[in-house]
């Protein structure tokens, strides 16, 4: 029996039309038109989906901390940071230290930021219809349930970014 790279013939190796069937490559496509819809219908107001999750995370949790906010919307350290100086420099939050913890900075919407979500409402909610277009009422049911299931299932990548909220 061999072992090692001899062992896989060119007849075992996956071919570009099996990984266009794989799970990985169109979740990955699905996000892909997911945010290209998002730039598309939300171009008037510059904000990103993740802008747009931040925004929303933090007007539901006044005063909530940076780590906490990675943590609700499953961002990492590094990235939540560049998406907080982004909002705040287009006047949509602003960061408070406590006088209680001067280690922390709690997050609050500007009036801004609060029309934004506002505003943008309509636009967000065409960006989910027209992604879900191509789905019956049933299988858009179905498609959430099952993305619902397979990141609530998934311990690995609650290790690296936390878990869905």
């Known amino acids: 029996m061999q072992t090692g790279p001899a062992a896989i013939t060119s007849e075992d190796l996956l071919k570009l039309k099996d ?5 990985g490559h169109l979740v990955r496509r699905t996000q892909q038109i997911a945010v290209a819809l998002f730039s598309e219908e939300l171009a008037e107001f510059g904000v990103t989906p993740v802008q747009f999750a931040s925004l929303i995370a933090i007007r ?3 005063g909530i901390d940076q780590k906490r906010l990675g943590h609700l919307i499953a961002i990492d350290r590094s ?4 998406v907080l100086n982004g909002l705040e420099k287009k006047g949509f ?4 230290v406590p006088a209680n913890n001067q280690r922390i900075k709690q ?4 009036s801004a930021g ?5 505003d943008a409402q309509k636009a967000v909610l065409r960006v989910q219809e027209r992604l879900l277009a191509p789905l019956t009422d049933e299988e858009h049911a179905t498609f959430i349930a099952l993305l619902t299931k397979v990141v609530g299932g998934s311990h690995a990548a609650d290790q690296v970014r936390g878990p869905s909220a």
């Open 107 to 110: 997050l609050f919407t500007l």
């Open 60 to 62: 539901d949790n006044p």
């Open 79 to 82: 990235t939540i940071t560049n």
């Open 19 to 23: 990984v266009y069937k794989t799970p």
């Open 93 to 96: 939050v602003c960061r408070i």
């Open 114 to 118: 609060n029309e934004l979500l506002v």
